[in-house]
């Protein structure tokens, strides 16, 4: 039951590089969510899709951009990494349609730094 | 606009003790409100939510939260640490539009023999 699966885990990048992050869910959820982790600040959301074929930019979009390739897959791209955008980045998906109380399910996190 | 607040980014508890984390969030509206753990280079794991209903929230691992809403507080309870709660605990609140969770700066609990 691999639940969602952020590739790669760790990445070191230079600045100025692109880099996509990969993220994959089998719960047949129809929301994806893209958030960055730094340390006291929590989780913030940088973009997110509610459903197949759409998706909206959260608190922190800026630097990113993302694609909803089908029901499964949800990827996030550095088009030209900062080292400001050094940080642990989660992926995560739940069922929306059901209802606002639904939790999100978290992958394990990828671990990049930008040098 | 909705934000939590966790008041504490470390705490340090004696195995057996009494954890505490406190949550207080700020909503418009009623909220939805969660509490997640993390361990060591893992993702979040739901530890239990509040929606509606029961006020008294039990959730895994033996915590349990309470939601007062004159308070805005959502605290999170153990009667008794175990080394294996040693994590990092985020609160984390939704309304009802969209499902976007805003998150607690997180208070890392270190738990002492």
């Known amino acids: 039951n691999a639940g969602v699966t952020q590739t790669p885990k760790f990445q070191v990048l230079k600045t100025g590089q692109s880099m996509t992050l990969q993220c994959a869910q089998d719960?047949?959820?129809?929301?994806m969510y893209w958030y960055r982790q730094d340390p006291g600040m929590g989780l913030r959301l940088i973009y997110y899709?509610?459903?197949?074929?759409?998706?909206d930019k959260g608190e922190v979009p800026n630097g990113y951009n993302v694609s909803r390739l089908n029901k499964r897959e949800f990827s996030l791209r550095l088009e030209s990494a900062a080292p400001s955008q050094t940080s642990v980045y989660f992926c995560?998906?739940?069922?929306?349609?059901?209802?606002?109380?639904?939790?999100?399910?978290f992958g394990d996190g990828t671990r990049l730094s930008i040098l | 606009a909705q934000s939590v607040t966790q008041l504490g980014s470390h705490v340090s508890v004696s195995e057996g003790a009494l954890v505490l984390l406190r949550c207080n969030y700020s909503?418009?509206?009623?909220?939805?409100l969660f509490w997640y753990v993390q361990y060591p280079n893992q993702g979040l794991q739901l530890l239990l939510k509040y929606t509606t209903g029961a006020t008294l929230v039990k959730g895994i691992n033996g915590f349990e939260a309470e939601f007062k809403k004159s308070e805005t507080s959502f605290h999170l309870t153990k009667p008794s640490a175990h080394m294996s709660d040693a994590a990092e605990y985020f609160c984390a609140v939704t309304q009802a539009a969209g499902n976007k969770l805003t998150f607690g700066g997180g208070t890392r609990v270190l738990v002492k023999p």
């Open positions: 899709s509610a459903s197949e074929g759409t998706t």
């Open positions: 719960m047949n959820h129809n929301s």
């Open positions: 995560a998906s739940n069922l929306l349609l059901t209802g606002p109380n639904q939790p999100q399910h």
């Open positions: 909503s418009s509206v009623p909220p939805y």
